[in-house]
Nanobody, 119 residues
Framework: QVQLVESGGDLVQPGGSLRLSCTTS????????MSWYRQAPGKERELVAG????????NYADSVKGRFIISRDNGKSMVHLQMNSLKPEDTAVYYC????????????WGQGTQVTVSS
């Protein structure tokens, strides 16, 4: 069955760094666009970063541009999010998403990992 498992969330001080990882199985990873979303308490889930299936194109939310880097390893079916210069407003549950369109949209989600930025 399809599985996406996020890891790497933690409590970190402002200005610190974290690296999130998403380990996947059960689908052809290299065919899917991968994205990271986040959801803070009382807010809607928002797109943080995305990377195309080949890893040749990325996009970021304005709020994280220049601080976060998304990358993927198609050989290991993993996607990562390097988060630098973290701010308290980055506090959220971070979710990994796999998406593609084949006749209809296909979307898989992980269970999320908590990132807390606080002194």
């Amino acid at each position: 069955q399809v599985q996406l498992v996020e890891s790497g969330g933690d409590l970190v001080q402002p200005g610190g760094s974290l690296r999130l990882s998403c380990t996947t199985s059960g689908f052809t990873f290299s065919n899917y666009r991968m994205s990271w979303y986040r959801q803070a308490p009382g807010k809607e889930r928002e797109l943080v970063a995305g990377i195309n299936s080949a890893g040749s194109s990325t996009n970021y939310a304005d709020s994280v541009k220049g601080r976060f880097i998304i990358s993927r390893d198609n050989g290991k079916s993993m996607v990562h999010l390097q988060m630098n210069s973290l701010k308290p407003e980055d506090t959220a549950v971070y979710y990994c998403n796999a998406g593609m369109f084949l006749v209809r949209p296909i979307s898989y989600w992980g269970q999320g990992t908590q990132v807390t930025v606080s002194s």
